[in-house]
């Protein structure tokens, strides 16, 4: 593999990171079931839409079972356009149904915020501590 597919790949998983961080905490996680509707949109696509953004070509929700509960997430699917490495973007995360859900959405959103300001933050995570 070309460092140039490396690249991508790592793209991809770090955009599939903030759905792998809400199931780190997670002792068992499944799905449980997952349905498909290209006709409904997010409110957060939708939301998007009136600044211009396009609006995703298919929409699924997935309910996962986390240790026992039951998590209901969002997957808002974009083109992502010929200047991409890859042809489609995927936006996850938890639908705003529950308290729950809302401070995952909190937390995931933080998070977030947290790699993108100071990226060098998830390197030292995995460099063992020598203090």
Do not use: C
């Not at 140039?4 to 792998?20: D, E, K, N």
């Not at 199931?23 to 499944?30: I, L, N």
């Not at 409904?40 to 939708?46: E, G, V």
């Not at 149904?97 to 933050?121: C, F, G, H, W």
Request: aromatic fraction near 10%; proline fraction near 5%.
């Amino acid at each position: 593999m070309g460092e140039g597919s490396t690249s991508r790949v790592r793209h991809i998983l770090s955009h599939s990171a903030t759905m792998t961080e809400s199931f780190r905490s997670a002792e068992s996680v499944r799905l449980i079931k997952f349905e498909g509707d290209a006709t409904k949109i997010s409110p957060k696509a939708r939301i998007q839409s009136f600044f211009g953004y396009k609006l995703p070509f298919d929409r699924h929700d997935w309910i996962v079972d986390r240790n026992g509960e039951p998590v209901h997430y969002v997957l808002d699917y974009y083109s992502a356009g010929p200047d991409k490495a890859f042809g489609v973007h995927i936006d996850v995360r938890p639908a705003v149904d529950t308290i729950e859900n809302v401070i995952d959405r909190v937390k995931m959103s933080a998070l977030k915020l947290k790699r993108k300001y100071n990226p060098q933050d998830q390197d030292q995570k995995s460099e063992p501590n020598h203090s």
